[in-house]
């Protein structure tokens, strides 16, 4: 497989920031349906693809998921051209069958539903990432928070899909350089890594 030139790379990673505020430049649903075709690609356990997406265009769904957030994050939702949810459905090896047809992988999660939460909440949150260098690629910029009560927006935005429970939620837009921090440190490999 070929290096990605440099500019990739700084767009995916070196120049690229978490934005806290956006332009007035719209997202349209066909971005949305973009990311999703990248990151969907992104590996998987076993292609489980458990992250179950909501985008949250319309100022009711945005207001809606305001009133779960904490901090300054409602603002930010409100403004926001998009918020998406990234979920993680439980029930997530019901699709196995189809997404991983090679083995019974479905067997491999039935009656261990400690095994489906732990599966679910690692792919999902990989999902988010891809979901986030997605939007990076194309042009966009996203803003991940945890400042919110999960067991609301389940219930707001979840209510009629049990076995589906928020991850984590970002904002998403053209992003808006002027709302970022400087950037945090990032350390040298020999702070946190060792080769074994």
């Not at 986030?132 to 966009?140: F, H, K, P, V």
Request: aromatic fraction near 8%.
């Amino acid at each position: 497989m070929p290096k990605i030139a440099d500019e990739a790379l700084d767009a995916l990673f070196r120049e690229a920031r978490s934005f806290n505020g956006y332009t007035d430049e719209p997202v349209a649903e066909s971005d949305l349906h973009a990311i999703w075709d990248l990151m969907k690609m992104g590996p998987t356990s076993a292609n489980q693809l458990p992250a179950r997406l909501v985008w949250c265009t319309s100022e009711a769904a945005k207001a809606k998921l305001a009133e779960c957030c904490t901090g300054t994050n409602p603002d930010k939702v409100r403004a926001a051209p998009v918020t998406v949810i990234v979920g993680m459905d439980n029930d997530f090896h019901e699709h196995l069958p189809e997404l991983f047809p090679h083995v019974d992988a479905k067997a491999w999660f039935d009656g261990n539903a400690e095994l489906r939460a732990v599966s679910a909440f690692r792919n999902s949150t990989l999902q988010g990432a891809y979901l986030i260098m997605a939007a990076r690629a194309l042009g966009l910029g996203t803003g991940p928070m945890s400042g919110f009560d999960a067991g609301k927006v389940d219930a707001a935005f979840f209510h009629d899909t049990p076995a589906v429970k928020t991850n984590f939620i970002m904002t998403l837009g053209h992003g808006d350089p002027a709302t970022v921090h400087a950037r945090s440190p990032r350390p040298a490999f020999e702070k946190f890594n060792r080769i074994a």
